[in-house]
Structure formats: structure tokens, C-alpha cells
């Protein structure tokens, strides 16, 4: 009898959990998940890329350096249109949530792979985990916001890194819907803390690091799509090359379109950098310039001023604390904002972002949401 208790008591509490990535961040976010849940006896877990970020540079790198297990299911779906890729994606991710049957479907961020994630988990009703919901720009026009907004209205677990990411929840009325609401902490610090030391002895930097550079990131569709505004902050880099190197992991995108519109970069650009090669590059850089919404939280977490090249950003408490500053494609605001915030001296003692243990946190919300 004893014997039968035990085996119902470990059946009730096994769970399956099938994970959505597709986007760098996403993979980074992921490590830190997967290596407690591998820990964790009673969880399984799925991981499924869609293959939205399918350069090995972009992608295969990362599952490597990290110690992530390879993809259960890679669904190999890129190059499309938004609606295309989505689509896809949708349709995909449903054969697979039909095939392993998972208790939760976790899902990170705010790319198509998420919104096809959790939409294809909600319509077979299966459970929808958040990770970073609460997330807000004001900017319609971003493919991430609707992304993001869409995902949070149907997640039946909603975990939000912040204090103002709370704020938003409750001002949209979450506090009247079904939606377990977690302030967990940020997931990328976790990663950050684990992985930091790790990158001394991993990195393979390809060149030498000179005393003092700029690091920047530029791959947003609002900033590559756009002549006018991608000229504008070519035409700033350079600028600032001038004075201070420039280094700039050129992401595909960004290269097809400086090709496409003739636009000269005159700037250090190298291929796009593991997640060790990049921790390194913030903790030896000056200042960092970003399009990026995680490159403005890694700046953050290694002591690193930033420069963001967005009119918004949704990491509105290192804008409100001085850590960062907007400087959109403007040209003039760009070189004048990185001389500022170059020769700016920073607290870094705040903690913005929780303590470290988010991973650990949203596992074990998960689990008792799950159990009830």
C-alpha cells in the first residue's frame, strides 16, 4: 500500500513542460530554465526552436556555449513575412503540443515565436507561461508590442521582471482575469550571475580588445527598414568612430539593408558573437549603443552605461535611474548622448532587476499553480 501511495504521489507530481524558442535572447533565457528543470526530478522538459533565428552565428552557437540539450523538435521557419512566419510557426507548434501532450507551454519574451507558442498552446487549452509579460513600449507600431500584448491576454502564468511590469498588468484590468500574476525578477540577471565567470575562460574574441570602444547592436526593424532613420545612425557611428572605435556585431538583417540602400558603415564590424564573446565585449567596452532590449539590461548588469537607439524603450526604470538615456536615430542627440553618458559616473548598486533567483522562482510557481 505504501509501495502505491508512493507512485501516486510522484505521478501527481510530474510535470511536462515544452518550451518555445526561437531568438537569441530567447535561447539565453532558456539556459537558465532548462539547467533547473534538468535538476528537478519531478519536471520534464520539450524544446522546440522554430528556427526564427536560424544563422549558426544566431542560433547554434548559443545552444553550445550554454550547455542547453540540443532541440527535441527544430521547425526550421524563417525568412517569411511576419503574418507567414507566424502562421507557420502556429501550425507546427500545434503537431507537437499533439504529439507530447505537455501540462505548460512556456514561452519567452516577445518574438512571433512567442505569440505562435502560446497561441497554439491556448487553442488546444493547455496552459500558458509568460516569461518577461508585463512589458510595455506605447509603440503599436512595433511587431513586438502587439507580440507581447497579445501573449500576456492569453498566459494563464504571467511573469513579470519588474515592478513597473506589474503596473502595467494591473492598469489593463489582469487583476480581474483568471492570469496567475508573479513578480519573479529577471531571468537574463540569472543568466548573467551563472554565466559571467565563464565567459573569461569560453570567450573567443577574434581580435584584441583595445583600452577603451564603444559596443553596439543594431538589428531592429525600426531602425533597419527605415533610409532615413538607419542613415542617420550610420552617419552618427562613424562619426563617433572617429574619436573612439566603434564595434559592431553586424547582424544579417542589418547588413542586407545597409547593402540594399547603399549606406557606407565606417565602423568595426565583426560577425555576430556568442553569448560569452558578448558578455565580454560589454565588460571591456566603455559604453554600450543599442537597439536591443536585453543589450540595454546586460549593459546594466556588467556596469555599463547605455545609449538606446529607440524613441522608447520598454526597460523604462535604467532611463528613469540615469543608467540609460534615448537618443532615438537622431544623429545629433546620438553623438551628444554618448559623449554624456561616456563621462558619466554611475551607482550600479541598485537592484532593479531582483536578486539572481528568478529561474528558481517562476519553477516553483509553476508547480503549485499546476498542482491546484
Known sequence: MKLLILIKSAAFLFMKILTVVGARPQFIKAAVLSRLIAEDRDLEEVLVHTGQH?????????????????????????????????????????????????DVVLVFGDTNSTLAGALAAQKLHIPVAHVEAGLRSFNMDMPEEANRILTDRISSFLFAPTSTAIEHLRAEGYDRFKSKVSLSGDIMLDAALYYANRSNDKAKIA????????????????????????????????????????????????????????????????????????????????????????????????????????????????????FNVLAGASYPLITKKASIMMAKKLDFSKQLYGDGNAGKKILKKLKEGLKK
Open 207 to 322: 581580435f584584441p580588445l583595445k583600452e577603451k570602444f564603444i559596443l553596439c547592436t543594431l538589428h531592429r526593424a525600426e531602425n533597419t527598414d527605415n533610409p532615413k532613420r538607419l542613415s542617420e545612425i550610420v552617419r552618427a557611428l562613424n562619426d563617433l568612430h572617429k574619436e573612439i572605435e566603434v564595434v559592431l556585431p553586424l547582424h544579417p538583417r542589418t547588413k542586407k539593408m545597409l547593402e540594399l540602400q547603399n549606406i557606407d558603415l565606417r565602423v568595426n564590424t565583426i560577425a555576430p558573437q556568442g553569448y560569452f564573446e558578448m558578455i565580454t565585449l560589454i565588460k571591456n567596452c566603455k559604453l554600450v549603443m543599442t537597439d536591443s532590449g536585453g543589450l540595454q539590461k546586460e549593459a546594466y548588469f556588467f556596469k555599463k552605461p547605455c545609449v538606446t537607439l529607440r524613441d522608447e524603450t520598454e526597460w523604462t526604470e535604467l532611463v528613469d535611474n540615469g
Open 54 to 102: 536560424f544563422d549558426s552565428s544566431m542560433s547554434d552557437v548559443f545552444f553550445k556555449q550554454m550547455d542547453i540539450h540540443p532541440p527535441n523538435y527544430h521547425l526550421e521557419v524563417n525568412s517569411l513575412s511576419h503574418g507567414a512566419m507566424t502562421g507557420r510557426m502556429l501550425e507546427k507548434i500545434e503537431e507537437v503540443l499533439l504529439i507530447e501532450k505537455p
